[in-house]
């Protein structure tokens, strides 16, 4: 007998907690938005089909690039998925709008947005206008014929996605086994379904009707289904108590330029003679200047090992294996 999957229970935004690390259905969170069942094809067709979007195509092509992905208008999309147009070679019933950050070009669909209390203290916030550009909201609009692949999402951030017109089933599954789980695997296969709960990894399935918000804890694989028509909003999201892990991965990007940087360095000067700069090193007070550089820098990383050893404490020193 193949082995089903597990329905989450639904709460309220008033049980949650971001503490808890768990998915969760929070029933009715967003059920006071304007935007609820407001923005239906006929509504976002009558005002913002003029608004580029990016298509992505999952079933053929779930690896492909966000710069590599085709662009049409949001009309053009909503007319072929409508039915009130024939497909073309840019837009078919496999193209999917996902992931469209409607803040660059459709910023007044914000006014119908709600964001909850218990998520507006939003670290990714900061990370946008103090390190590097990060638009954490986006839109999700498509139809039954697309769904997202199994994934985790980038850089161990929570995801808490608001759907708004039409229903999705979700599926998730913990960060457990990355030997048996990966990028693109179905978790909608009863087959996979059953060999995962074989090897003790229960699949979570909840479903996610208009109004409704359901969150995914940093790591988690989540496969997202359409049925029907719907739009949704989702929301990266990382509060203080998620940022330690979050900072790891993403100063894996952040560095990797100036880690390209040194490595030319040392190529082109790590083993030459160093005679024929001298006039340009005594110009510039390369000396001087590189030293302060490498104590700011030996000084910064003293604070990130204290930072390193408090961690280790804490996970060594958990009787309850937290």
């Not at 697309?146 to 913990?174: M, Q, Y």
């Amino acid at each position: 007998m193949l082995k089903p999957t597990i329905q989450l229970e639904p709460a309220s935004l008033a049980q949650f907690s971001i503490k808890e690390d768990r998915p969760t259905l929070l029933k009715g969170a967003a059920a006071t938005w304007a935007a609820l069942n407001k923005w239906t094809p006929e509504y976002l067709l009558e005002n913002f089909s003029d608004r580029v979007v990016s298509l992505s195509q999952y079933q053929t092509n779930p690896h492909q690039r966000s710069r590599d992905k085709t662009k049409v208008t949001l009309g053009e999309y909503l007319e072929v998925i409508t039915d009130l147009r024939p497909e073309t070679p840019f837009v078919n019933h496999e193209s999917y709008v996902a992931g469209w950050h409607f803040l660059k070009n459709a910023h007044e669909l914000l006014d119908d947005i709600e964001i909850p209390e218990i998520f507006k203290d939003n670290v990714l916030n900061r990370v946008d206008s103090e390190v590097i550009n990060y638009d954490s909201m986006s839109l999700f609009v498509g139809h039954s014929r697309v769904e997202t692949p199994l994934h985790t999402d980038s850089f161990a951030v929570c995801v808490w996605l608001a759907n708004l017109v039409g229903k999705k089933v979700i599926r998730v599954i913990a960060p457990v086994d990355y030997d048996n789980i990966h990028n693109g695997l179905d978790a909608f296969d009863p087959t996979v379904v059953d060999r995962l709960g074989y090897l003790g990894i229960d699949v979570l399935e909840a479903t996610i009707e208009a109004g409704d918000i359901f969150v995914i804890p940093p790591g988690y694989w989540h496969q997202v289904r359409n049925d029907g028509f719907t739009v949704a909003v989702s929301v990266n999201y990382i509060s203080p108590y998620h940022f330690l892990t979050y900072e790891q991965q993403l100063k894996a990007k952040v560095l990797a330029p100036y880690l390209r940087l040194l490595k030319i360095k040392r190529e082109l000067v790590g083993a030459k003679d160093l005679q024929h700069s001298i006039d340009v090193l005594r110009h510039f007070k390369f000396v001087e200047n590189e030293s302060r550089f490498l104590d700011y820098m030996e000084r910064e990383f003293h604070e990130e090992r204290k930072i390193l050893e408090r961690a280790t404490q804490l996970v060594n020193h958990d009787p309850l294996g937290n």
